[in-house]
């Protein structure tokens, strides 16, 4: 047989076995043959999802993982990290499969792209959370704030935040001995810090933050975020010669406390400031609540007391001064709550008469004019002749001043340290025009007296004065509570030119004591 015989014999033995062994299953062994995979068997593929929404197919997590780390050199660069990885919300599930579409790593980052762009991938970093709390609202309602989600990459530049926001409601060195069991005993007077805590619940995740959110990167930032609410610049004020601390404050509707917050270089509402100086004129919102207890020990001066002695012969209006009376001095012990900085609640404990008051005593008229009116409106207003009543006892606290407070105005003053039940005081001679409740003032008295002036007083425990009654100086109309929109029992006192709420303007109260 020659050569060309032997080759066809061959070939035609090859293709008999190989239709022969095909018999049986002659399309799958012909693709393996052939290199093919068959359609009809199974693929070990990886499906994505954004959101829930199918993106595709691919071949190699590790492969689309390792594309967006090369892709987004500029993610890199700006955060100083060596990797990025994929959004959070893209699930890469492992399947077996018989789908033949397969997509490329590209085409995959192609479409996370186009569906939301680069600010999706995230990289190494921590999630922080200030839980919200609940509070009252003017209205009496319960309200819960909401949450607060920050992002920082290194967990210091957070916690070394919260530091600096703390001691600008705390003096940084009393903050650090309280810290440190450092803290100095009282000898006479002096405060030391009972505890110190945040009223928030803050959390903090390790994870991949999107880079799509703010991510605070220095203290300085985070910490004025933490402060006023927003990284934006705050106004600014360039002073003026005669300028007070009080005077810019009031004029921009800050108060003393909150121009010291954002000016840390001054420490006293009495510093002096300096022409072409520029203050900083920011609104203290704070992110979460610095809660500061104190014992506090205090000399206080124990203000004199007027006692009037009724003549039934005089006239209201009449009168005359027996005795001047002299000012007293007492150790007095506190508890204080200090919520950012602001007293909210203050608990007589103790108080020990160093220099014993004498009160001022003054014979006045009760005999009454005729009048035949019944209305409460043409009511004769008693005259009397100006001198002014405190309406609480002494010693007290003033808890928060006349003026502006967290953007809003304080349009009286608050009266703390009396104790629950102590008596409340008409100011000077006058007409109960209203006396009732509301949820903001709780129980309230508002007094007309003569010159169109009006006082209120606010948070009263009991009202034991109604519309229409005729009171003199120093007269109880109630006793001290914390009924109504109060975090601590106190007396609201204002005083109005004009009715309160109708037109009425408010002056501090301290013009006339």
Known sequence: MDKKTT????????????????????????????????????????????????????????????FIDEKQSEIKKKYQVNKVYVPNDLDIVQEITYDQKISTVDEIYQKIQEKRG?????????????????????????????????????????????????????????????????????????????????????????????????????????????????????????????????????????????????NTEYTSPNDLLYPGKEVVLGVIQPQFDTVEETHVVSKKTVEIQTVYEDDPNQYIGYEKVKEEGSEGLSLV?????????????????????????????????????????????NQEVPVGVGSWVWPTIAPYTISS????????LHEGIDISGIGRGSPIKAANNGLVVQSGYTSTNGNYIVIAHSNGYYTMYAHMNSRIRKAGDVVMAGDQIGTAGDSGFAT?????FAIYRGMPYRGGVAVSPFNFF
């Open 401 to 408: 001043s006349f003026g502006w407070r967290w953007g809003k």
């Open 118 to 262: 680069s600010e999706s991938f995230t990289i190494d970093g921590y999630k922080i959370v200030i839980e919200g709390i609940e509070k009252e609202t003017e209205g009496g309602e319960a309200t819960t704030t909401p949450d607060i989600v920050l992002y920082v990459l290194d967990k210091e530049v957070f916690t070394n935040s919260v530091e600096k926001t703390i001691t600008s409601f705390i003096n940084e060195d009393s903050y650090h001995d309280f810290l440190n069991d450092t803290q100095a005993e009282i000898q006479e007077t002096g405060t030391i810090i009972e505890d110190l805590y945040i009223q928030n619940n803050i959390s903090i995740h390790k994870g991949r933050i999107p880079t799509g959110e703010k991510i605070y990167l220095t203290e300085d930032e985070l910490s004025r975020f933490l402060l006023f609410g927003t990284i934006e610049d705050q106004a600014t004020y360039i002073v003026q010669e005669g300028d007070t601390i009080e005077d810019i404050a009031f004029n921009n509707k800050l108060s003393p406390e909150e121009f010291l917050i954002a």
């Open 7 to 66: 080759i066809l014999t061959v070939i035609a033995l090859m293709i008999t076995g190989i239709v022969v062994y095909l018999g049986s299953n002659p399309t799958t062994t012909y693709a393996k043959i052939l290199g093919i995979k068959n359609k009809n068997e199974p693929n070990q593929l990886y499906h994505v999802y954004l959101g829930g929404e199918s993106l595709g197919l691919i071949e190699s997590q590790e492969d689309l993982e390792n």
């Open 333 to 377: 012990t506190e508890k204080h709550q200090i919520i950012n900085g602001e007293i909210t609640n203050v608990i007589p404990v103790s108080e020990e008469k160093i220099i014993p008051v004498v009160n001022k005593v003054v014979v006045r008229g009760t005999k009454k004019r005729q009048n035949t009116s019944s209305s409460i409106t």
């Open 488 to 492: 601590g029992v106190h007396l609201h």
